[in-house]
């Protein structure tokens, strides 16, 4: 069970309400709980303290899991990257916050609705996709609706360890059309033969972070990699900001150099690159 204040604000010592509608999912599905003297009792038995609830409407940037009766905070540190990761509630689906950062767009949108914006600008996936990216797995679960397999990368094993935590992430592991792959897209994807994948999604983390995402090189391996007429999505950032159009016009040029069209995609934060 976990929870976020989206969820628990209703739920404070001073509700005298006997039954009260509570998600244990993240707002997924929904349920009714009871109020007792020490809190809110929950399906299993647990009981909710008022305490916890107020422990968990008191940061709107955390999400928690009740177990045994303790209350735990979603978030852990990499050893491997030096980053802190936590889960970020929204109001619909969550975010992972990276070092405090938010791995996805929240702002007038949601993490799901950002990610639907990378798939429309691919066009409908089909055949084999590569996600170089997993993160919090919705690009790779949103691709596997409609193609028929998805190879999807993650750097850092901790990330797929807040993904197990996550209601929303939950077919990453349960669809067996999504394989998933532990390492650097840049080696991992350079492995793969000639002309093996449909389309590519490319999310990368920053440029400062992850410059060899950006590179020539990884452009001329999907150029390889993806079968004639095959789309490559580039996630680059805000066009408008002052790093996003730096960085978009060396993206632009080095994908050109490595043999790819390329046509802005605005509204997805990004360009879409074909196979020439």
Not at 30 to 35: I, S, W
Not at 125 to 153: M, N, Q
Request: with cysteine; aromatic share 10%.
């Amino acid at each position: 069970m976990i929870f976020s204040h989206y969820q628990t604000r209703p739920l404070s010592s001073s509700n005298t309400a006997a039954v009260m509608p509570l998600s244990l999912d993240l707002g997924l599905t929904t349920t009714n709980v009871e109020r007792t003297p020490e809190g809110w009792l929950l399906l299993d038995g647990q009981i909710l303290t008022f305490p916890q609830v107020d422990r968990i409407n008191e940061e709107e940037n955390g999400c928690f899991r009740l177990a045994d009766g303790d209350l735990h905070k979603v978030e852990d540190f990499s050893a491997i990257t030096n980053r802190y990761y936590s889960l970020m509630p929204t109001p619909k689906s969550p975010t992972m916050l990276i070092s405090g950062i938010p791995m996805h767009r929240i702002k007038d949108t949601t993490p799901l609705e950002d990610t639907s914006e990378k798939i429309r600008a691919l066009a409908k996936p089909y055949g084999r996709i590569l996600d170089t990216t997993t993160g919090l797995g919705y690009t790779a679960i949103l691709a596997a609706r409609t193609a028929e397999e998805v190879i999807t990368i993650e750097f850092d094993p901790v990330v797929l360890n807040i993904c197990r935590q996550n209601p929303w992430s939950r077919e990453l592991f349960s669809n067996p059309k999504i394989v998933k792959l532990v390492g650097d897209s840049y080696d991992l994807a350079d492995q793969f033969e000639n002309e093996h994948f449909n389309a590519v999604i490319h999310d990368p983390p920053t440029f400062n972070l992850a410059g060899h995402l950006y590179s020539k090189a990884i452009y001329d391996t999907f150029y390889r990699i993806l079968k004639a007429n095959g789309r490559l999505f580039h996630y680059i950032g805000n066009p408008k900001s002052k790093s996003g159009a730096s960085v978009g016009r060396g993206v632009v040029e080095r994908l050109k150099q490595a043999g790819f069209k390329v046509t802005p995609k605005p509204r997805a934060f990004g360009v879409l690159a074909e196979k020439i």
